[in-house]
């Protein structure tokens, strides 16, 4: 059971954006299950708020972490027409 309180509806958990079956399931071990304070979606989340956490962020995107986190509050607004696909980064 994964320890993120974003895991219910998270969807790099749900498998909606991965990468290679085998990074996905390492990152699910580390992020998820071991160490959700490390998770770059779970970070922007408790930092700005669900409305500035981009569907596709991965746990382990600190560049893009840190441009959100340095970025206006307004800067980040997706809007909502932006439509949650399946994504595959692999």
Same mark, same amino acid.
């Given at each position: 059971? #994964?320890?993120?309180?974003?895991?219910?509806?998270?969807?790099?958990?749900?498998?909606?954006?991965?990468? %290679?079956?085998?990074?996905?399931?390492?990152?699910?071990?580390?992020?998820?299950?071991?160490?959700?304070?490390?998770?770059?979606?779970?970070?922007?989340?408790?930092?700005?708020?669900?409305?500035?956490? #981009?569907?596709?962020?991965? #746990?382990?995107?600190?560049?893009?972490?840190?441009?959100?986190?340095?970025?206006?509050?307004?800067?980040?607004?997706?809007?909502? %027409?932006?439509?949650?696909?399946?994504?595959?980064? %692999?």
């Amino acid at each position: 059971m #994964p320890d993120c309180l974003l895991s219910v509806d998270c969807p790099f958990f749900k498998g909606l954006i991965r990468r %290679s079956p085998e990074a996905t399931e390492r990152m699910k071990k580390r992020f998820c299950m071991a160490n959700p304070a490390e998770c770059a979606r779970l970070r922007v989340y408790k930092a700005k708020g669900r409305h500035a956490l #981009p569907y596709a962020l991965m #746990p382990d995107d600190y560049e893009q972490m840190n441009q959100i986190l340095t970025t206006k509050a307004q800067d980040n607004y997706r809007g909502p %027409s932006q439509k949650k696909t399946y994504i595959d980064l %692999s």
